[in-house]
């Protein structure tokens, strides 16, 4: 690898050296200070919604078991059974009241509290040769949610969610709070694709330029109502905190207007008027802009669209909204997981018209999936390649030769952060300045790490 010092200077500048897109020892890098470190998307509360309820997920290599005890708290416990190190939990979802290690039959509540150890007094001289009281699977060293998102970190010394996300809450609200009860998600589906994790999330946070050559056909078909995605060049493209997005710019109208032309019935409208801050309302009513994809640094991303979901002449669109996670699994490999989220009080119509709009657009077979995809498996596999390491690729769209941008922020935004209207790789670029600023932190340190386990 060139210097690192030399390589994120480069990604600072805009010029990103092709490498870093397949890598081993970047990978290597990551997984110790961005992975090691960030707050890591894992479930949403109602996932879990049961005492006993669980999930298992992972944070790279890390497999968590997130549960909801028994006193209705939420816990994310390290899926490693203090004795051998088996995974206590093979399943991938379900509801249990404990967790009987498959290698020798150790037992656990689902609070993580060891209760079970087969032989106790035989093998161990019971609780004077070894006591079970107080043992527990080892706790993500951070837990915290936002709108119902359970996040872990890794690092016991991370600051709160809250502050980790920034301004780039405001924006995860548009699409988890449109009600006081917040949403409900479907899924996920999950698949792997030979794809360097980043590339996803890049795409999500900014790339509106890819949609009118990348996603032509999907135009073509009469999917969308809009009938050119070059039309994606008037929508803003804004950063807030530790993440950014695009969006629509929606035709002139009221508030209630422009919210009806995204598909929502008049019942939702009047709940997003009830839950959505001033601010919220302005953005959408006032400057006429709409959230459509997004990102928060590193992994976790968000869409939301409208495309025409039953095949009539009628104009009629439905919105969907998905979360979604590029969970690395190699710098060549990415595992993706993807959810469709919708309003817990939406009308149960609508919950299906959605669910339809999102499984033609995105999921496993969505029809942007299969268009982005091939894109991001070959940028993957030939950045491996030597001539590679010698390429610096041009991420600088939106800025002159001096660094000033082609055309200044916008003067008036309702939104927090900073927003320009057109073109530009101006999202691309801070994901990556943050993720410059994570491999360049040292490593997190070993006094901060909590070192857990039986004795
Ligand atoms: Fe789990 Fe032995 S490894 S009981």
Not at 44 to 64: C, K, L, N, Q, T
Not at 123 to 144: C, V
Not at 162 to 183: H, P, V
Not at 397 to 410: F, I, R, Y
Request: hydrophobic content about 40%; charged content about 25%; aromatic content about 12%.
């Amino acid at each position: 690898m060139r210097d690192q010092a030399s390589v994120l200077e480069d990604v600072r500048q805009g010029m990103i050296p092709a490498h870093i897109y397949n890598d081993d020892e970047i990978f290597a890098l990551e997984k110790e200070r961005v992975f090691g470190r960030a707050w890591m998307f894992l479930a949403h509360e109602s996932e879990i919604p049961h005492a006993g309820d669980y999930v298992v997920r992972r944070v790279v290599d890390d497999s968590f078991i997130v549960s909801r005890d028994e006193s209705g708290a939420v816990r994310a416990m390290f899926n490693m059974c203090l004795h051998r190190g088996m995974q206590v939990c093979r399943a991938e979802m379900g509801n249990a009241s404990h967790f009987r290690c498959p290698y020798h039959g150790w037992s656990y509540k689902n609070d993580g509290r060891l209760v079970g150890l087969p032989f106790h007094g035989e093998a161990y001289g019971g609780e004077e040769g070894f006591r079970k009281k107080g043992q527990t699977l080892l706790p993500a060293p951070s837990l915290d949610t936002y709108n119902g998102l359970i996040f872990v970190s890794l690092d016991p010394a991370a600051p709160p969610l809250r502050e980790y996300l920034g301004d780039f809450a405001f924006y995860l609200d548009f699409y988890t709070q449109q009600s006081a009860e917040g949403i409900e998600l479907v899924g996920p589906q999950r698949w792997r694709v030979k794809a360097n994790w980043k590339i996803g999330a890049e795409n999500f946070a900014g790339d509106s330029y890819h949609t009118p050559h990348t996603h032509s056909s999907v135009v073509e078909i009469g999917l969308f109502r809009e009938p050119k995605a070059s039309k994606r060049k008037e929508g803003a493209l804004y950063w807030a905190g530790r993440g950014g997005g695009t969006t629509y710019k929606l035709p002139p109208g009221t508030l209630d207007e422009r919210l009806r032309y995204v598909g929502y019935p008049d019942e939702m409208i009047a709940r997003m008027r009830a839950t959505w801050s001033d601010a919220h309302l302005a953005m959408v009513g006032d400057d006429g802009f709409m959230v459509s994809a997004a990102s928060a640094f590193p992994n976790l991303s968000l869409v939301h669209n409208w495309p025409k979901v039953e095949d009539t002449e009628s104009d009629d669109v439905t919105p969907f909204i998905s979360l979604r996670q590029w969970q690395p699994v190699s710098a060549d490999e990415t595992e993706v997981l993807s959810w469709f989220a919708v309003d817990r009080n939406a009308p149960q119509r609508f919950k299906e018209l959605s669910y339809k709009a999102y499984l033609m657009c995105f999921g496993s077979t969505g029809m942007f999936e299969q268009d982005d995809v091939e894109n991001w498996v070959s940028i993957t596999s030939t950045a491996a390649g030597s001539m590679a390491r010698r390429l610096r690729l041009n991420s600088r769209m939106g800025l002159l030769a001096d660094d000033k941008p082609v055309s200044p922020p916008l003067a008036h935004f309702s939104g927090p952060g900073v927003a320009y209207v057109g073109f530009g790789e101006y999202n691309q670029r801070a994901m990556l300045r943050h993720w410059a600023d994570a491999l360049e932190a040292p490593p997190p340190e070993e006094g901060t790490v909590d070192l857990g386990g039986t004795s």
